[in-house]
């Protein structure tokens, strides 16, 4: 079953110096029926515009990851973690019992990232912060998985049980991915456009994929795309 959802029929949010479009109800956006897909609780499209941010702030019992699609963010948080990450970077957050930390663009140019929470398996895990740098050529023309489970292969591991995979796939090239029994995809065309089993997506639009085998994945434009596959709920 694929569930196509059009950017146009997601939540937005203009708060001056941050917008969003919320995949799931979020902050002032307020969807009963729209509050996750399994474990992913929160998917946020963010545009934060040059030299702002989000202060200092509190999070707890969730992992959170950030792909950074165009700029760059500057981390700090109270594990005694700072670091600047750039474009195709990956930092990742399991808060734990609770953990602060301040996220912002100091550059002068605006910044674009995918803010993705996990429910982690377990309430009060121990806090974990990490970050990956890869490289363009990872991702050209093929899959790359930037995040599993702490027992899968990925540079970034978290405690739930999920895959996260991106790709920058060329016009008129394509991928498949095969989909086991009883897991499912959330895909996120970040930019560009591609056919998804036969159905299109432009850019910023997702879809919900269930009891699916198989992902056939081609570029219609230059593709820019993110799917998250975890077990079906």
Known sequence: ML???PKEN?????LGWLQSRFHFSFAEYRNPENINFGVLRVLNDDIIHANSGFDLHPHSNMEIISYIVNGEISHKDSMGNEEVLKAGEV???????????????KSNKDLRLLQIWIVPPKQSLPRLYGSYKYTPSQKENKLLKIVSSLEGDSKVRIYQDVNIYVSQLEKAKSLDFKIEKNRQVYFVQIEGSSFVNSLELKDSDAMQIVKEENLHIEAISNSHFLFIEMNEQ
């Open 3 to 5: 569930k196509k959802l």
């Open 91 to 105: 930092q990742y957050l399991s808060a734990g019992d609770g953990i602060y930390h301040s996220e912002h663009n």
């Open 10 to 14: 997601m939540g937005t949010s203009n």
